[in-house]
């Protein structure tokens, strides 16, 4: 390919490509999250912390990052639907300011329609926006060699003014350092992942 040629490919790629990774946009703004109020991670096996012990999941660590309570609220192998029908008691019980919602791997795994999930988190989101409650993104990567983030992720976060952590879970999942199978985490990784969701809500101004 000649070069001009490379150059106009280039300048073709969509801009969703560019959006994944941030490309310098800040993250919408978010209300602080008082001292002693709650912050829910809610989600699967990741937010579960399968492959390390409940102290070295992300939540936990992450509450000593922020020094906020993190209550931990993941099911292995739950769907996004699945948890969608799981939240409203887990709301009601934690009382949380902030949630971080991190759903839609375990669909991923098993080829579910990008639509169907996108809707599902959809709901979740409203469901948590209702009490008047915050809420972040985290997205998985869809499953295999060259992983991506799949852009429904990206188009909720635009839709609905999210914050989004796109990058931290691939970035975990293509290490081998930091993993303990092959879809988990281990200690390290979820530290990584607590960091990265550390820095995200200081950005939004949420701790």
Same mark, same amino acid.
């Given at each position: 390919?000649?070069?001009?040629?490379?150059?106009?490919?280039?300048?073709?790629? $969509?801009?969703?490509?560019?959006?994944?990774?941030?490309?310098?946009?800040?993250?919408? $703004?978010?209300?602080?999250?008082? /001292?002693? @109020? !709650?912050?829910?991670?809610?989600?699967?096996?990741?937010?579960?912390?399968?492959? /390390?012990? $409940?102290?070295?999941? =992300?939540?936990?660590?992450? *509450?000593?990052?922020?020094?906020?309570?993190?209550?931990?609220?993941?099911?292995?192998?739950?769907?996004?639907? +699945?948890?969608?029908?799981?939240?409203?008691?887990?709301?009601?019980?934690?009382?949380?300011?902030?949630?971080?919602?991190? +759903?839609?791997?375990?669909?991923?795994?098993?080829? /579910?329609?990008?639509?169907?999930?996108?809707?599902?988190?959809?709901?979740?989101?409203?469901?948590?926006?209702?009490?008047?409650?915050? !809420?972040?993104?985290?997205?998985? #990567?869809?499953?295999?060699?060259?992983?991506?983030?799949? #852009?429904? =992720?990206?188009?909720?976060?635009?839709?609905?003014?999210? #914050?989004?952590?796109? *990058?931290?879970?691939?970035?975990?999942?293509?290490?081998? /350092?930091?993993?303990?199978?092959?879809?988990?985490?281990? @200690?390290?990784? =979820?530290?990584?992942?607590?960091?990265?969701?550390?820095?995200?809500?200081?950005?939004?101004?949420?701790?």
């Amino acid at each position: 390919m000649r070069r001009r040629d490379f150059i106009v490919s280039l300048a073709a790629l $969509p801009p969703l490509a560019c959006g994944l990774h941030g490309c310098g946009r800040r993250a919408p $703004p978010l209300p602080h999250v008082d /001292a002693g @109020a !709650v912050i829910l991670a809610f989600g699967d096996s990741l937010t579960f912390g399968t492959g /390390a012990r $409940p102290e070295e999941s =992300y939540p936990a660590v992450l *509450e000593k990052l922020v020094l906020r309570r993190v209550v931990r609220s993941g099911v292995p192998g739950e769907t996004a639907e +699945e948890g969608f029908v799981r939240l409203p008691g887990v709301l009601e019980d934690a009382e949380p300011q902030l949630v971080i919602l991190c +759903e839609g791997g375990n669909d991923l795994l098993r080829r /579910a329609e990008d639509s169907a999930v996108k809707e599902s988190l959809s709901k979740s989101i409203a469901l948590i926006r209702e009490r008047g409650t915050s !809420v972040v993104l985290m997205a998985p #990567p869809r499953p295999g060699v060259f992983t991506d983030t799949p #852009p429904f =992720y990206l188009e909720l976060a635009k839709e609905l003014r999210l #914050p989004l952590e796109a *990058e931290i879970l691939k970035t975990v999942l293509l290490d081998k /350092a930091l993993k303990s199978d092959l879809v988990h985490p281990n @200690a390290k990784g =979820y530290t990584k992942i607590a960091e990265a969701l550390a820095k995200l809500l200081k950005e939004t101004g949420a701790v």
